[in-house]
Nanobody
Framework: QVQLVESGGGLVQPGESLRLSCAASGSILSIDSTGWYRQTPGKQRELVAAITSGGNTNYADAVKGRFTISRDNAKKLVYLEMNSLKPEDTAVYYC???????????????WGQGTQVTVSS
């Protein structure tokens, strides 16, 4: 069984920073693309940032220049560094990863449980 567990959310003031972490565990053979998504009540979940196993990144226009996604393949960790946070960044942030698992090497998409980020003065 594979699990993704996010941490690092919280309440911050506008302009401050947070770093989210996502730890993968279980019968993992390899982790392909990983990403961070966010969702607010009544809206669809949206992609914030993604990173491939080779390190290529992709960002939503709303966070370019403020957020940075990175990963530690050896430790099976994915990070989202969020700077200059704005009230509109308030959302539940979810980690997603495409993971190949033992013993079949089949690839599945997994989600974490989400972590709340609130930006408010």
């Amino acid at each position: 069984q594979v699990q993704l567990v996010e941490s690092g959310g919280g309440l911050v003031q506008p302009g401050e920073s947070l770093r989210l972490s996502c730890a993968a565990s279980g019968s993992i053979l390899s982790i392909d693309s990983t990403g961070w998504y966010r969702q607010t009540p009544g809206k669809q979940r949206e992609l914030v940032a993604a990173i491939t196993s080779g390190g290529n990144t992709n960002y939503a226009d709303a966070v370019k220049g403020r957020f940075t996604i990175s990963r530690d393949n050896a430790k099976k960790l994915v990070y989202l560094e969020m700077n200059s946070l704005k009230p509109e960044d308030t959302a539940v942030y979810y980690c997603n990863a495409d993971i190949r698992t033992a013993p079949t090497f089949t690839k599945y998409s997994y989600w974490g449980q989400g972590t709340q980020v609130t930006v408010s003065s």
